[in-house]
């Protein structure tokens, strides 16, 4: 039968990859009551690996559609860079949400690196864009900080920046507008990726980490999720109020990393 393997040699190149994408999901409640199917749903193997899918012409009730999907996630071992690397990717093209919001081309994107020498994880959105966003037909230009999410890409580097730029990183925290104090993040730190909304329609105005919209609802861009070990970011979440009421998202993506306990 042979020799029994040393346990601590057989596991000691083990490693947990964590990514997933989902391009879009949603529901409505108004004017009929029903869940969307995941659109573009692909997840990562614990072992890392590759994988895609492809979505073409999608339309739930001619009020949320898009022209095309991809999402993408790969984990891999790098013997070049010494580091483990995960990735999460979601590209939407021709986004239409009931005629008011359209987008062009929404990129969301997590990248891992996880160096072997066990020092922190390095996970930042550089790549997450949002192009010709417009709402009722105007262009909305919003200031995404991606900058400050690459830069200070380990949750240590992040904790440091927070406490030196505290009233710039609280402009954008994800709170209820009528709390004073906003606490120190612990274990999850919820903010949106803009840092401003730029010249905005008639009409349409800035309310909590969002914008209202006139007979539509609620329209969220770049909704960030940090914690230690992983990121969640979600492109754009409408939520329908007028006519028809429901939810849309679309752009999720989320990646990590995990040693071997």
Same mark, same amino acid.
């Given at each position: 039968?042979?020799?029994?393997? =040393?346990?601590?040699?057989?596991?000691?190149?083990?490693?947990?990859?964590?990514?997933?994408?989902?391009?879009?999901?949603?529901?409505?409640?108004?004017?009929?009551?029903?869940?969307?199917?995941?659109?573009?749903?692909?997840?990562?193997?614990?072992?890392?690996?590759?994988?895609?899918?492809?979505?073409?012409? &999608?339309?739930?009730?001619?009020?949320?559609?898009?022209?095309?999907?991809?999402?993408? +996630?790969?984990?891999?071992?790098?013997?070049?860079?010494?580091?483990?690397?995960?990735?999460?990717?979601?590209?939407?093209?021709?986004?239409?949400?009931?005629?008011?919001?359209?987008?062009?081309?929404?990129?969301?994107?997590?990248?891992?690196?996880?160096?072997?020498?066990?020092? #922190?994880?390095?996970?930042?959105? &550089?790549?997450?864009?949002? =192009?010709?966003?417009?709402?009722?037909?105007?262009?909305?230009?919003?200031?995404?900080?991606?900058?400050?999410?690459?830069?200070?890409?380990?949750?240590?580097? &992040?904790?440091?920046?927070?406490?030196?730029?505290? #009233?710039?990183?609280?402009?954008?925290?994800? $709170?209820?507008?009528? %709390?004073?104090?906003?606490? #120190?993040?612990?274990?999850?730190?919820?903010?949106?990726?803009? $840092?401003?909304?730029?010249?905005?329609?008639?009409? +349409?105005?800035?309310?909590?980490?969002?914008?209202?919209?006139?007979?539509?609802?609620?329209?969220?861009?770049? %909704?960030? &999720?940090?914690? #230690?070990?992983?990121? $969640?970011?979600?492109?754009?979440?409408?939520?329908?109020?007028?006519?028809?009421?429901?939810?849309?998202?679309?752009?999720?993506?989320?990646?990590?990393?995990?040693?071997?306990?």
């Amino acid at each position: 039968m042979g020799k029994k393997p =040393d346990l601590l040699e057989l596991h000691k190149d083990i490693h947990l990859y964590h990514a997933d994408a989902v391009a879009a999901t949603g529901y409505l409640t108004l004017p009929v009551h029903e869940v969307m199917e995941m659109q573009g749903s692909v997840g990562l193997a614990m072992g890392g690996g590759h994988t895609k899918v492809r979505v073409e012409n &999608f339309h739930h009730h001619h009020i949320f559609s898009f022209r095309y999907a991809h999402s993408e +996630v790969s984990g891999r071992s790098s013997a070049k860079k010494k580091s483990r690397n995960t990735l999460a990717q979601v590209v939407i093209e021709g986004l239409n949400i009931h005629n008011i919001v359209t987008c062009d081309r929404i990129v969301s994107r997590i990248a891992v690196h996880k160096p072997d020498d066990g020092s #922190e994880a390095s996970i930042i959105p &550089f790549g997450s864009t949002i =192009d010709n966003l417009r709402i009722g037909g105007f262009k909305v230009e919003p200031d995404l900080a991606i900058d400050w999410f690459t830069e200070h890409d380990t949750w240590d580097k &992040f904790l440091e920046f927070r406490k030196k730029t505290r #009233e710039q990183v609280d402009k954008i925290t994800i $709170r209820d507008p009528r %709390e004073r104090e906003i606490a #120190e993040p612990k274990e999850v730190f919820a903010c949106t990726l803009v $840092r401003d909304w730029g010249k905005l329609p008639p009409g +349409v105005e800035v309310h909590g980490h969002g914008l209202w919209v006139p007979e539509f609802g609620m329209v969220y861009i770049g %909704e960030l &999720f940090i914690a #230690e070990a992983w990121r $969640r970011l979600r492109m754009i979440r409408t939520v329908l109020g007028c006519g028809s009421e429901g939810c849309y998202g679309g752009g999720n993506t989320s990646g990590g990393t995990v040693p071997w306990p």
